[in-house]
């Protein structure tokens, strides 16, 4: 009966007091999903227009076609699509082998430099990388000439670039997430003989899942749509990935095909959205689980 009489005391948050506490939190979602879904819907609409341009579409969706998407098959982007995905997946494995082991042999052992290491990995990431620009530009132009499959035009070396500085953010990333798993685990199984490689592959890392899965998602995403070194790297035409090709599409500010360019763009954000899609229960696991203990 009391419990009756409490909840009849309770009268609903309305009129101006809603508003206030409750309204404009809507007012402003749905204004924020408006902004944020109208472009992908003007990209859209673009692709599915032939002939048409992003600055001459007012209406969306006037002409549907896929001459676009067809016409796509006919170019380079398919090349470079793949160039993108060999790329891009060979430096969120490499990645993530490097920053395991690192962030493992951190966490685990005490050796002499450990937190001079960890400071040193912490104040190179400091320097941007447009400062290193030209010397990995002239670097890869001497290693070319006596390693080819490492020099400028060769997604190899574009590769070893990424990956020469993928450990600093990530290594840190991973070591606090090593460092919430408890050492008995380690003690005990050293005491049943087992070795250092066998409790990092057969115990640590399937415990470390989620980390892996968000230092790989980032790697992937962030050199799938690198443009810079890319650019940098890769001279010709034939050899560029989907950042590169399609700048270059879009470079001519009056003779871009810019249907074709809105065709690519959707094309190219597919993978990356079913990979969110496939990878979204690991990522908010992973990237909290390591500020628990550091």
Known sequence: MAVKLENANKS???????????????????VMIAICVFPLLYVMSASFNPGGTLTGSIRLFEKVSLE???????????????????VATATAIGTVLM????????????????????????????????????AIFLLLLTIGDIFPVLGIGSLLGLIAVYLGGA?????FLMYGFFNTIPDDLDEAAKIDGA???????????????????VVGLLSFVGTY????????????????????GLYVWASDERNAPWSLFAAGAVVAAIPIVLLFMYLQKYIVAGLTAGGVKG
Do not use: C, D
């Not at 101006?16 to 506490?21: G, T, V």
């Not at 052992?109 to 960890?118: Q, T």
């Not at 450990?167 to 290594?171: F, V």
């Not at 001279?235 to 989907?242: D, G, K, Q, S």
């Open 195 to 213: 070795t250092h490689a066998q409790i990092f592959w057969g115990m640590i890392m399937p415990l470390v899942t989620p980390i892996l899965s």
């Open 12 to 30: 609903p948050v309305s009129g101006l007091r809603w508003w206030k506490e409750v309204g404009w939190k809507h007012i402003v979602a749905l």
């Open 68 to 86: 676009n998407y067809q016409t796509l098959l006919g170019s380079l982007f398919p090349r470079w699509m793949l160039h993108s995905f060999i």
């Open 225 to 244: 749509g690198e443009f810079i070194l890319a650019r940098i790297i890769l001279a010709r035409p034939e050899n560029y990935t989907l950042a590169v």
């Open 167 to 171: 450990l600093g953010a990530n290594t």
């Open 99 to 134: 920053a395991a082991a690192a962030a493992y042999a951190f966490s685990r052992f005490r050796f002499k430099g450990r937190r001079g290491s960890l400071t040193a990995l912490l104040i190179i990431q400091m320097f941007p990388q447009m400062l290193a620009f030209v």
